[in-house]
């Protein structure tokens, strides 16, 4: 398992890509791969200073007086190509990629 990864503000997809690619890797090499963390999946405040918020998540809070949620469309768009490759080695019958997202 890979856990507690993750990479701030606009570097997120080339991160998430790097991740995919590590996961493909261990994969591809017949080691078990049971599961990878992407942590914060939410956006998270600071562990010392609460004002300053990561942007780290697949979904910002660009509010924090509101919590809501908006997604962040690379990192999206680096799980989607993720799961596709998943699929292209056999390991999904079927990866639905979509841009359409609950919050």
């Known amino acids: 398992m890979i ?5 701030p503000e606009h570097k ?6 790097m991740i995919s690619r590590e996961c493909l890797s261990i994969i591809r090499n017949g080691i078990p791969l049971y599961g990878c963390c992407i942590y914060p ?4 405040s600071d562990w010392d200073f609460p004002d300053i918020w990561h942007h ?6 660009p509010d924090p007086d509101s919590l809501q949620r908006e ?3 690379e990192s ?7 799961r596709q490759e998943l699929s292209d080695l ?14």
Request: hydrophobic share 45%.
């Open 41 to 44: 999946i939410i956006d998270r």
């Open 12 to 17: 997120r997809y080339s991160w998430l890509k």
């Open 90 to 103: 056999g390991l999904q019958e079927e990866v639905p990629v979509t841009t359409d997202v609950l919050i």
């Open 56 to 61: 780290s998540g697949l979904w910002d809070i």
């Open 76 to 82: 999206l768009l680096a799980l989607n190509e993720f």
């Open 71 to 73: 997604i962040h469309y």
């Open 3 to 7: 856990s507690e990864t993750s990479i």
